[in-house]
């Protein structure tokens, strides 16, 4: 998939589009939105995505790896989220009420913030890409336009712009 839009759909699946909305706590025309690409989700629905659905934040903003979050799902398949939370040894363990879920909430904010960098840089080089691009078709106009010049009487301008709107002969 290509586009957050269309990876909003997948997520979505057999859902209704109002249904979906509601889970989410946005208006169905707000999501309608989002999947025809007219707009983007803030920060806080993405999030809310990734909670309530075990949607990796990566998989959501940049479609790399997997769909679901392992981890969302571990914790799905044993119990609710709120009552499992990732440690530094990659296990899960039972908390106290409510700290698993805000310990989940924390890290899915991480790795959201780490995709977003990843889209920022990402969107940074096409930019560069883009601007080093423009700027060689520039030099090159300028060359012509210079060997134009160059021509003197031969060419006048009016007659070259005159040239470039006919058609090649075949």
Known sequence: MT????????VRDSLTQKDFAEKLGI???TLRSYECG???????VLERVCVQFSVSPSWLLLGKGEM?????????ATGSPQDTVRTDTETTKPRANGE???TEKIRLLEELLCAKDEVIKAKDEVIKALGAENEAKNAKI??????IDMCGGFVDRESFSSLQRRPPHD
């Open 38 to 44: 007219r707009s983007l989700p803030n920060q806080e």
């Open 27 to 29: 208006n169905p025309n």
């Open 3 to 10: 586009t957050i839009s269309k990876r909003i759909v997948l």
């Open 100 to 102: 698993g879920a805000l």
């Open 142 to 147: 300028r060359s012509l336009e210079s060997q």
């Open 68 to 76: 679901k979050s392992k981890e969302n799902e571990a914790a799905s």
